[in-house]
């Protein structure tokens, strides 16, 4: 006869280890890498919700004189993630903590401060990566930091 036994499961880590391990910073370029790379990361890190999925158009915007094609081989060599993988993370950076700081802004005014036009596709990416739903995080952030 069988018998069940309920899974062990343990806490590993704090909820700002988890934090800092979900959404390490990668905005610090190995040493010696492309300055365009370098450029586009930081552009990205000043205006979180504010970027565009096109590279070709960012290019354009930062003067860069390369193609979109061009510019995402330099920055997947540099940064070791891909472009638009770094721009989800920084977005979704943003709108947790602005989920950790507010308790009363709705969440469709956070996704949509983050650059997603749909609150469904928000939920979804946010769930991916934090394995929370904007609100159960909102719950939990709320809750450890009383």
């Known amino acids: 006869m069988m018998t069940y036994e309920r899974p062990d499961v343990r806490i590993l880590c704090t909820l700002h280890a988890f934090w800092d391990r979900c959404l390490s910073k990668q905005s610090e370029a190995p040493a010696g890498a492309d300055w365009r790379?370098?450029?586009i990361t930081d552009f990205i890190d000043s205006h979180p919700g504010k970027v565009g999925w096109n590279l070709d158009d960012l290019c354009k915007q930062l003067g860069l004189a390369v193609s979109?094609?061009?510019a995402r081989r330099?920055?997947?060599?540099?940064?070791r993630i891909g472009f638009?993988?770094?721009?989800?993370?920084?977005?979704?950076g943003f709108a947790a903590e602005?989920?950790?700081?507010?308790?009363?802004?709705?969440?469709?005014?956070?996704?949509?401060?983050?650059?997603?036009e749909r609150t469904a596709e928000f939920g979804r990416s946010f769930k991916r990566l934090f394995l929370l739903s904007p609100t159960e995080f909102r719950t939990v952030w709320g809750k450890n930091t009383l």
């Open 98 to 116: 602005q989920l950790k700081a507010t308790t009363t802004v709705p969440i469709k005014a956070i996704a949509a401060d983050a650059g997603y």
């Open 84 to 92: 638009k993988e770094y721009l989800k993370k920084s977005r979704l």
């Open 37 to 39: 790379a370098k450029k």
């Open 68 to 70: 979109g094609r061009q």
């Open 74 to 79: 330099v920055f997947r060599r540099a940064m």
